[in-house]
């Protein structure tokens, strides 16, 4: 079955101590994307990978990592979290971007920073 | 940068009626996507329908349907025969097609209310 999976999918934590929500696709995808989504904003683009050692910044980048070490996974990084971070969190994967593949979305993750 | 506004924060329709969405974007490529996700109470988001910028057909999924109207850069849904498992809140979605390293640009969503 296709699916993008999303750990954990429920975390409270503190500022300032640093968290890793962690993404992974069984559809050997190339590319892979991280939004958020907060009330009355929709979603936005943290960062997205076109391929293996290939990231870039999305439109709202700031206070995040990413790294694409492997084609299957793409780990979202909050070195130090502060409260403006606490959102719901979506994953997503396609076979290449930009291409109107079917894009397919992890459950999501809801992260509040306290 | 493309954008997308949806300007209908919420909409109620009767069950079994029918229901428009609006939906209009801007961006000065001339081949692109658009997309209609759902997202009930779960969270979960779910592809309701898509549309190539490059087709000039409506596309159709059983009751959901599109009215694109390039030129006026307009893609409103319509629910026909809503149910009570329509509820959810809606966003429309661009993606551009030159280079490939956009990603989906959403609006801010509309809540859709039926009302049984």
């Known amino acids: 079955e296709a699916q993008v999976t999303q750990n954990p999918r429920y975390l409270i934590t503190v500022t300032g101590k640093k968290l890793t929500v962690t993404c992974s696709q069984n559809m050997n995808h190339e590319y892979m994307s991280w939004y958020r989504q907060d009330p009355g904003l929709g979603l936005r683009q943290i960062y997205y990978s076109m391929n293996v050692e290939v990231t870039d910044k999305g439109d709202v980048p700031e206070g995040y990592k990413v790294s694409r070490k492997e084609k299957r996974n793409f780990p979202l990084i909050l070195e130090s979290p502060s409260p403006n971070q606490t959102s719901l969190y979506f994953c997503a994967s396609s076979w290449t971007g930009g291409s109107g593949n079917t894009i397919y979305f992890g459950e999501g993750s809801w992260l509040t920073v306290v | 940068a493309q954008t997308v506004t949806q300007s209908q924060p919420e909409m109620s329709v009767q069950e079994a009626e029918t229901v428009t969405l609006s939906c209009t974007y801007d961006t000065s490529e001339s081949d692109y996507y658009l997309f209609w996700y759902k997202q009930p109470p779960s969270r979960q988001m779910i592809l309701v329908i898509r549309?190539?910028?490059?087709?000039?057909q409506n596309a159709t999924e059983n009751r959901f349907s599109v009215n694109f109207q390039k030129a006026a850069k307009s893609f409103s849904l319509k629910i026909s025969d809503s149910q009570l498992g329509d509820a959810a809140m809606y966003f429309c979605a661009y993606l551009g097609s030159g280079g490939g390293a956009d990603g989906l640009t959403f609006g801010k969503g509309t809540h859709l209310i039926i009302q049984p």
């Open positions: 549309q190539e910028a490059y087709k000039q």
